[in-house]
């Protein structure tokens, strides 16, 4: 299986922010339901939980900081 470039990655995660719901995991369920391609043509679509992020958990450097 062919890896998914950084390039349609991005384009994946900048396409949540402009989404008109409220919630981040409608924006996320919303984008799920597009078609992306990358630089050859070929159509890719990521399912809601391949989108989403971990959101509230800290990140390594924070844990850390905290010290």
């Given amino acids: 299986m ?3 470039n950084v390039y349609l990655k991005l384009r994946v995660l900048g396409a949540i922010d402009p989404r008109a ?5 409608s924006r996320i369920q919303e984008v799920s339901k597009m078609t ?3 630089e050859d043509g070929t159509p890719h679509v990521f399912t ?3 989108i989403q ?3 509230g958990k800290p990140e390594a450097s924070d844990a850390t900081a905290q010290d």
């Avoid at 719901?21 to 995991?25: G, H, L, P, Q, R």
């Fill in 53 to 55: 992020t971990n959101k």
């Fill in 2 to 4: 062919k890896r998914i």
């Fill in 48 to 50: 809601w939980r391949t």
């Fill in 36 to 38: 992306f391609h990358d």
């Fill in 21 to 25: 719901d409220n919630s981040i995991k």
